[in-house]
């Protein structure tokens, strides 16, 4: 093609998930009628992913969203650099787009939300595909250049413009480029980690990506049985008895291991990069069966089961407290037999179930893949990104938006916000070059 008679677009955005339409829409607003922005989405929809987010619900933000509920990698792979997100989230995204103003556009976008338990806030309609919709109509609406099934193979840049090559071999031509292809997480809705190759093209650092938000599995001989049962309690993450991570709240026991929010949000800790990790079991899950009581206490109460109800059976003697497949698994543990009577137990074998009730510590050999995790740990570094435009330290012209960037967070809406703030941001500096 002639140079002078190739299309150049001012922006080409690549990913049409969340982070990638905000884009679209902040940079549109910006530059508005005629604005030459090309949307690239290799999906045949866009938005895909968000159609399975908060079980078809759609969490799409947290009202107590803060910098303190997202974490990056960083080089040591296990703690995060707090300031760092500091300075990407409260003083870079979140002031482009804070959570009042997000759910202010999306108001205006026609999105009536109600928020629930903990921040968390949803549309109205408790339907999630409103949110994609409403995104899509107002990127048409704006004259965007959507162009779906378009899989980009590869992003170059030559002197001042960039190239954007399709599978298909067409090149496209921009003055900018938003990557917004999404980590790895959830990969059977598009986001494969090709993101992760153009950065690293371009000579950018990726945090190795991990899956996060996800089931831990474990060593099935600890609690076979259990599978189906749900319970209150709180989580540890343990490597080699140093506690990395705990939350609270309901613990899945399912057939290979622990689900639940609270595991999932201490899951992005679990870090096997190195194999003897996992061959020395280091990693392991601590349960908290009864976190409103002390081991003490719960010493005192079996002890005076025992003195009432002596002539039960150990097992019986433990349904009013805890699920009776978990009694079983506990009981198992300590070596004391299911149908033992009561009164013939030792008070130091009652010491040890009364020990394990809070401490049930359960080695972790992995953790479920990619296809389903809802997060990615890790990815492009952000000591090469400026905080408050998205664009590349390395490539000027070149921005990144959402879960590309080495930047996760917890369960509740908080991924989305990042997306949300980190797209507006990424689409109004790329407008202005
Ligand atoms: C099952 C599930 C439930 C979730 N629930 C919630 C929730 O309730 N609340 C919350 O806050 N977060 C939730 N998340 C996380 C949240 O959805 C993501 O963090 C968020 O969608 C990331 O946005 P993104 O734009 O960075 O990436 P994505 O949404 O993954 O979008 C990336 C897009 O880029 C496209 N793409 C990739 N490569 C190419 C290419 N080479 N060429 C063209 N297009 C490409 C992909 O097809 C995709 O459409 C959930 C995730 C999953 C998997």
Redesign the pocket.
């Known amino acids: 093609m002639q140079e002078e008679k190739r299309k150049q677009w001012k922006i080409i955005i690549?990913?049409?998930?969340?982070?990638?339409m905000m884009a679209a829409i902040s940079s549109a607003r910006t530059l508005g009628k005629g604005n030459k922005i090309l949307l690239?989405?290799?999906?045949e929809l866009l938005?895909?992913?968000?159609l399975?987010?908060?079980n078809g619900r759609?969490?799409?933000m947290n009202i107590y969203c803060a910098a303190s509920d997202l974490k990056g990698k960083e080089e040591d792979g296990i703690y995060s650099d707090e300031k760092k997100i500091e300075q990407f989230f409260s003083h870079g995204a979140l002031s482009q787009l804070s959570v009042e103003e997000t759910r202010q556009l999306f108001f205006q976008m026609g999105i009536l939300s109600r928020v629930e338990g903990e921040g968390r806030v949803y549309p109205y309609s408790g339907q999630g595909i409103v949110i994609k919709e409403a995104l899509e109509a107002e990127i048409k609406r704006l004259g965007v250049c959507i162009r779906s099934s378009?899989?980009?193979?590869n992003v170059k840049k030559q002197k001042d413009s960039f190239e954007v090559e399709m599978d298909n071999g067409e090149c496209l031509f921009s003055s900018n480029v938003i990557l917004?292809?999404?980590?790895k997480?959830?990969l059977q809705?598009?986001?494969?980690g090709?993101?992760f190759a153009f950065a690293k093209s371009f000579g950018h650092q990726i945090m190795k990506p991990i899956p996060a938000l996800v089931q831990l599995l474990c060593d099935k001989k600890s609690f076979g049985g259990c599978k189906g049962v749900r319970a209150k309690g709180k989580v540890s993450l343990l490597r080699e008895n140093k506690v990395l991570a705990t939350d609270i709240g309901e613990i899945q026991f399912t057939e290979e291991g622990v689900s639940g929010i609270c595991v999932f949000n201490i899951s992005r800790y679990v870090r096997f990069d190195k194999l003897e990790d996992r061959l020395e079991e280091k990693y392991s899950v601590e349960i908290d069966l009864f976190p409103e009581w002390s081991k003490d206490e719960l010493f005192t109460i079996l002890t005076e089961k025992q003195k009432r109800e002596g002539k039960e059976a150990i097992d019986s003697l433990l349904k009013g407290m805890i699920h009776e497949k978990l009694g079983a698994a506990l009981l198992n543990r300590v070596e004391i037999k299911k149908e033992e009577i009561a009164s013939m137990i030792a008070a130091s074998k009652m010491e040890e179930l009364s020990h394990l009730m809070k401490h049930w510590n359960i080695k972790i050999n992995g953790t479920k893949s990619f296809k389903d995790?809802?997060?990615t740990c890790g990815g492009i570094s952000t000591s090469e990104i400026n905080p408050t435009t998205m664009e590349s330290l390395l490539v000027p012209g070149l921005f990144f938006?959402?879960?590309?960037i080495d930047i996760d967070?917890r369960c509740g809406?908080?991924?989305?916000?990042w997306?949300w703030s980190s797209?507006y941001g990424a689409g109004k500096a790329a407008s202005k070059e």
């Not at 690549?14 to 990638?20: E, P, R, T």
């Not at 938005?47 to 968000?50: A, I, S, V, Y």
């Not at 378009?150 to 193979?153: A, I, R």
């Not at 809705?189 to 494969?192: I, R």
């Open positions: 690549v990913g049409g998930g969340a982070s990638g690239l989405e290799k999906n938005g895909k992913k968000l399975a987010t908060g759609c969490n799409f378009s899989n980009v193979q917004a292809t999404g980590g997480a959830g809705y598009g986001s494969t090709d993101g995790a809802q997060v938006a959402g879960e590309l967070g809406g908080y991924n989305l916000q997306a797209g």
